[in-house]
């Protein structure tokens, strides 16, 4: 005959982790007693509740953004219709735009420098799009053919530059200054490393 106490324990053991060992024993010894079979060891009890809290942190880790990667925004959407001239239009602007925000960007720091991030990550989401195959046919594009070969080796130039613009803007939220000035350089050594290989 199981006690009253044994009862109570045997609930504790399935949800109190910290208690499986001392306050199961006793249980065990009742059980054992009661129906001659051998209750099952504390080390596998627990072994079990490593196991489901495993799974629980892996579930939850899924739910999670764990990955820099889910940080990025989503490309401008008008880039989808542009013509030709206008998709190579739109980058050199950007281009621009970002050589501009460059010149000063190490010098900024707090909202300025969040938003100086900001838009250069934009615009480094949207040169993928806006270096679509079809733009090769406008007489202004001055990518190289190599770019569309190599579109692997181009398109992680852009990747890379994604990554550092996030990291600015991380670093700038956080009042990293030091941080925020590493990634702004290393943002500026892509420039070269891309137009050396890839543009006219
Ligand atoms: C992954 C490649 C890549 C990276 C990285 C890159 N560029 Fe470019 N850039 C190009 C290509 C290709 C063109 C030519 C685009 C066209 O005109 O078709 C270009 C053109 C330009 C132009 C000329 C725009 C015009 O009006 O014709 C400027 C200025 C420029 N880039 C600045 C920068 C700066 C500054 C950076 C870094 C902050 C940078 N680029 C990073 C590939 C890149």
């Not at 939220?173 to 000035?181: I, K, L, T």
């Not at 892509?190 to 050396?196: A, I, V």
Request: net charge neutral; charged share 20%.
């Amino acid at each position: 005959m199981i006690g009253r106490d044994a009862n109570v324990n045997s609930r504790r053991c399935r949800f109190s982790a910290a208690k499986v060992v001392s306050l199961c024993r006793a249980r065990d010894r009742e059980i054992e007693h009661a129906t001659g079979r051998k209750a099952m060891e504390p080390l596998m009890r627990l072994n079990r509740l490593s196991l489901a809290a495993a799974v629980t942190i892996i579930a939850l880790g899924n739910m999670v953004p764990l990955h820099a990667q889910d940080a990025l925004p989503a490309p401008d959407p008008a880039i989808a219709s542009m013509s030709p001239d206008e998709l190579v239009t739109t980058r050199e602007n950007k281009m621009k735009e970002n050589g501009g925000i460059l010149r000063s960007a190490a010098g900024l720091t707090g909202a300025a420098a969040e938003e100086a991030a900001t838009t250069l990550l934009q615009n480094y989401v949207d040169f993928i799009p806006l270096f679509d195959q079809r733009s090769q046919s406008a007489l202004t594009n001055s990518a190289l053919p190599i770019a569309w070969e190599d579109w692997a080796g181009f398109s992680a130039l852009f990747e890379q530059s994604q990554q550092a613009a996030l990291a600015m803007k991380t670093a700038a939220g956080a009042g990293d200054q030091a941080g925020y000035v590493k990634a702004v350089e290393t943002l500026g050594g892509l420039c070269g490393q891309c137009h050396g290989k890839y543009r006219l």
